[in-house]
């Protein structure tokens, strides 16, 4: 990505894990640190995103097992079922898979949401920025 990129950040996205229902932590209300130490969880490779990469680094110093999985898709959340491990992903996916249930989790950390294009769009670019400016500012 360019450095030249623009950026419209709508908003931060709370990390959550899905739990698989069948997991003992699936009867918790938040996911503290302590509650995953010694257990593995599942986070998108390293390099994909620096806010995951740096949550997964504060959590493997805490004691917590990671392991990897390529991308986001029904595989890697089959994955979490059929393993019995949390995965990690972000506020906004609860429906994304019938066995697992999302959990926040007690830390602040987030990801950013938004949209990068160029500092030299096309006019549909343009026009689909000023779009997405005006209902953002609403």
């Known amino acids: 990505m360019s450095n030249n ?3 419209i950040d709508f908003s ?3 990390f959550r894990f899905a739990v698989p229902v069948s997991h003992a932590l699936s009867a918790e209300s938040f996911i503290t ?4 130490k010694n257990r593995k969880v599942l986070f998108i490779r390293r390099g994909w995103n620096k806010y995951i990469d740096d949550l ?3 959590l493997e110093l ?3 097992t990671t392991e990897d999985f390529e991308m986001f898709n029904i595989s890697a959340y ?3 079922v059929t393993g019995n491990l949390p995965i990690i992903t972000v506020e906004g996916w609860e429906d994304v898979h019938p066995l697992l249930k999302l959990i926040p989790a007690d830390w602040e950390d987030s990801v950013p949401f938004g949209v990068f294009y160029s500092p030299t769009p096309t006019k549909l670019v343009k026009k689909f920025v000023g779009l997405l400016n005006s209902v953002s500012a609403k």
């Open 5 to 7: 990129a623009i950026l």
């Open 12 to 14: 931060g996205h709370s």
């Open 33 to 36: 640190s302590e509650k995953l």
């Open 56 to 58: 997964r680094s504060k």
């Open 62 to 64: 805490k004691g917590v």
């Open 78 to 80: 089959n994955c979490a």
